[in-house]
């Protein structure tokens, strides 16, 4: 079955730096989703991409999407400690809506 | 609009006992979905619905059961609980391609303990 894969599962950085998280996935994807959850809390939805080679920023946060649309990335410029928590990516194949979510990357920010 | 619900927020159960996690929208989603979140490994589908009576198995089906009667309910029955089934879980709605947007709202969360 479908299988999405993200790395790494845990960076730190200090606060400043740059931070990067990567998915694949076993199948071409429709579109792949970005999720934020803080600890103790719920996923966020933060994006979604949907076109080959697609490339959306949210202020400091830049989403890419492989030309296969089988992987993406997602870049955060000089972190802050508000950026704490974990990054799941999420792809979907097909129309049924059915999104299946990376392991996911918890990052944590030092001041 | 209270988006998605989930009851109850903490729950323990004993090895055997079942119950049902409650999850409602009022969106008027066509897409539920059922995730389990366990440390290190995600969120894993358990269950999903593409519509009123129609369901289908996710990644980790197994002890499980799901129904979607309304557009707005969709359940989660424990059949008979065991300690792996300790986990997070978390429902989530949204709409159906074409449709747009895709983003998936999700629930507050229910906190399972199996002892």
């Known amino acids: 079955g479908q299988q999405v894969m993200q790395i790494p599962q845990y960076q730190h950085v200090q606060e400043g730096e740059d931070f990067t998280t990567y998915c694949n996935s076993s199948?071409?994807?429709?579109?792949i989703q970005w999720y934020k959850q803080r600890p103790g809390g719920h996923p966020v939805f933060l994006i979604q991409?949907?076109?080959?080679?697609e490339v959306k920023k949210q202020k400091r946060l830049t989403f890419q999407f492989g030309e296969a649309k089988k992987n993406s990335s997602l870049h955060i410029t000089a972190t802050q400690t508000t950026d704490v928590g974990t990054y799941f990516c999420?792809?979907?194949?097909?129309?049924?809506?059915?999104?299946?979510f990376g392991q996911g990357t918890t990052l944590q920010v030092k001041p | 609009n209270a988006g998605v619900t989930q009851t109850p927020k903490f729950q323990v159960l004993k090895t055997g006992q079942s119950m049902t996690l409650q999850c409602a929208q009022d969106?008027?989603?066509?897409?539920m979905s059922w995730y389990r979140q366990d440390p290190g490994m995600g969120l894993r589908l358990i269950h999903y619905?593409?519509?009123?009576?129609?369901?289908d198995q996710g990644e980790v089906p197994n002890g499980y059961n799901v129904s979607r009667s309304t557009t707005e309910d969709f359940p989660l029955r424990l059949l008979s609980a065991a300690p792996s089934q300790t986990s997070v879980y978390f429902c989530?709605?949204?709409?159906?391609?074409?449709?747009?947007?895709?983003?998936?709202?999700f629930g507050p969360g229910t906190r399972l303990t199996v002892t």
């Open positions: 989530a709605s949204s709409y159906l391609p074409p449709e747009q947007p895709l983003e998936q709202y």
């Open positions: 199948t071409t994807l429709s579109n």
């Open positions: 991409l949907v076109k080959s080679g």
């Open positions: 999420a792809g979907c194949s097909g129309n049924t809506g059915k999104l299946i």
């Open positions: 969106m008027n989603h066509e897409y």
């Open positions: 619905s593409v519509g009123a009576g129609i369901t």
